[in-house]
Nanobody, 118 residues
Framework: QVQLVESGGGLVQPGGSLRLSCAAS????????ITWYRQEPGKQRELVATITSGGSTNYADSVKGRFTISRDNAKNTVYLQMNSLKSEDTAVYYCNASPSPLPGYGYWGQGTQVTVSS
């Protein structure tokens, strides 16, 4: 069973930054894609950013230019650097590791809360 452990969430003021981490219990090269999703209460989970095993990245329009997804292969960890945070970025952020290049399948972490508020 694969485990994904997210960390790095918290409370930050608008305009601030946070870096989320998703640590996998096995090599991240074994997954076709690792994706960050987020979910606000009462809303559907939405894709934030994806990185494939080949290193390709994809971002939601709402975070382009502000968020960066990256990986550390030696640590089996994927990061989400979030800059210029806005109140609308407040959500629970989840890490997903999919066996194929299509995100949303496979394994999920437990989530980490990000709250952007003054």
């Amino acid at each position: 069973q694969v485990q994904l452990v997210e960390s790095g969430g918290g409370l930050v003021q608008p305009g601030g930054s946070l870096r989320l981490s998703c640590a996998a219990s096995k090599s991240i090269f074994s997954f076709g894609a690792i994706t960050w999703y987020r979910q606000e209460p009462g809303k559907q989970r939405e894709l934030v950013a994806t990185i494939t095993s080949g290193g390709s990245t994809n971002y939601a329009d709402s975070v382009k230019g502000r968020f960066t997804i990256s990986r550390d292969n030696a640590k089996n960890t994927v990061y989400l650097q979030m800059n210029s945070l806005k109140s609308e970025d407040t959500a629970v952020y989840y890490c997903n590791a999919s066996p194929s290049p299509l995100p949303g399948y496979g394994y999920w972490g437990q989530g980490t809360q990000v709250t952007v508020s003054s």
